[in-house]
């Protein structure tokens, strides 16, 4: 069993900061892409960041300048720092992760539960 799981979100004002964590635990051989999704009232999903096993990284064009993912591989673990935050960023975040578990032929996509992110005017 796979499990994701956030920390982090909350309620900050224009401008502030937060950092999201999302753990993966449970048993598995690998990890591939992790990234972070986001959904506001009455909008669909959207990707907001991801990042591969290796390093690279891509970003919706909303939030480059101002968003940074960045993993540890040891722990298992994908970080989203999000600088001068706007009311728009308000959603719930999500995690989303390629994990292979033992005997499975392909990567399965995992979400986390969502962490809710804030931003007052």
């Known amino acids: 069993q796979v499990q994701l799981v956030e920390s982090g979100g909350g309620l900050v004002q224009a401008g502030g900061s937060l950092r999201l964590s999302c753990a993966a635990s449970g048993t598995f051989t690998g990890i591939g892409v992790m990234g972070w999704y986001r959904q506001a009232p009455g909008k669909q999903r959207e990707m907001v960041a991801a990042?591969?096993?290796?390093?690279?990284?891509n970003y919706a064009d909303s939030v480059k300048g101002r968003f940074t993912i960045s993993r540890d591989n040891a722990k298992n673990t994908v970080y989203l720092q999000m600088n001068s935050l706007k009311p728009e960023d308000t959603a719930v975040y999500y995690c989303?992760?390629?994990?292979?578990?033992?005997?499975?032929?392909?990567?399965?996509?995992?979400w986390g539960q969502g962490t809710q992110v804030t931003v007052s005017s």
């Open positions: 989303n992760a390629d994990i292979m578990r033992p005997l499975e032929p392909d990567w399965g996509g995992f």
């Open positions: 990042i591969t096993s290796g390093g690279s990284t």
